[in-house]
């Protein structure tokens, strides 16, 4: 089990952009595969990046291929999701997940079982 505390959120015009960061708790931070996911009002909670404990291996929601990307820092016990291009349909609770690193590729959402309480990205016209 890992904690996770997102922050980076706010609200930001569309076309702009904006870096969420989640710091991780405890000493095996790269055993884990860590994701993003958002939920946004009224609707379903949607996996936007995920990447591996490695950092070599990345996937990405169709809505935020090349806008998004999502990175990690081992040695920070720290991912990151860089989201640039923002539309008003970004707008969601983003929040920052991790599972154990064993497992199939790409993991579903139910595999993560380690979440952050979320950061509000709000993103005007």
């Known amino acids: 089990q890992v904690q996770l505390v997102e922050s980076g959120g706010g609200l930001v015009q569309a076309g702009g952009s904006l870096r969420l960061s989640c710091a991780a708790s405890g000493r095996t931070f790269s055993s884990y595969v860590m994701g993003w996911f958002r939920q946004a009002p009224g609707k379903e909670r949607e996996c936007v990046a995920v990447i591996s404990w490695s950092g070599v291996r990345t996937k990405y929601a169709d809505s935020v291929k090349g806008r998004f990307t999502i990175s990690r820092n081992n040695a920070k016990n720290t991912v990151y999701l860089q989201m640039n291009s923002l539309k008003p349909e970004d707008t969601a609770v983003y929040y920052c997940?991790?599972?154990?690193?064993?497992?199939?590729?790409?993991?579903?959402?139910?595999?993560?079982?380690?979440w952050g309480q979320g950061t509000q990205v709000t993103v005007s016209s």
């Open positions: 997940a991790a599972k154990l690193r064993a497992g199939p590729w790409p993991p579903s959402q139910d595999d993560f079982g380690s």
